[in-house]
Every structure is written in structure tokens, then in C-alpha cells.
């Protein structure tokens, strides 16, 4: 059984977080926090304009702003040359 994460990374999807600031209905000069966290493809982010069409359409908080961070975690290997072997006996 494989984990959807992983295979979700391996399609091109990375880590995406998003700090989402929104007034309370019933105190509307409270700003609140709330933070999503998601594999989405950048810099479209299909998958966090979803969640945020679905956050306007049934959730009654009036969205202020939201910050975005996105991270591939899975990319090519760095190395770097090394001039030298250092034998540990």
C-alpha cells in the first residue's frame, strides 16, 4: 500500500501551507487564524483555491488575507565534488 503523499510528490505536487486570516461573524473587528495545510501544485495551487471557493461559499468568516508558503520536497539530489579520500582506520 503506498501513501498518498508520496505518490501525490512524485506526480510534481508539493507541500503547501497557507495562513488564512478571517474576521468572526460574530465579532466582526477579530481577526482570526487559521492554517491549511495541503499537497497543491505551484504557482496555480488548484487544490488551496479550491479549498478557499469552498471556505466562501459555505463558511460565514469573511476572509481578510492569506499568505502562501510552498515547498517541493522531492527534487534532484545536490553533491558536490570532493578533491581528496580521507582514510579512518
Do not use: K
Amino acid at each position: 500500500m503506498s501513501d498518498r503523499a508520496f505518490i501525490a510528490q512524485l506526480d510534481g505536487y508539493g507541500l503547501t501551507m497557507a495562513e488564512i486570516h478571517y474576521h468572526r461573524p460574530d465579532a466582526p473587528s477579530l481577526l482570526q487564524l487559521f492554517v491549511w495545510q495541503d499537497y497543491d501544485l505551484a504557482p496555480d495551487f488548484p487544490v488551496l483555491f479550491a479549498f478557499l471557493d469552498h471556505w466562501h461559499r459555505e463558511i460565514e468568516a469573511a476572509l481578510h488575507s492569506v499568505r502562501v508558503a510552498h515547498n517541493q520536497l522531492i527534487r534532484p539530489a545536490e553533491w558536490r565534488a570532493v578533491d581528496g579520500v580521507i582514510s579512518i582506520q
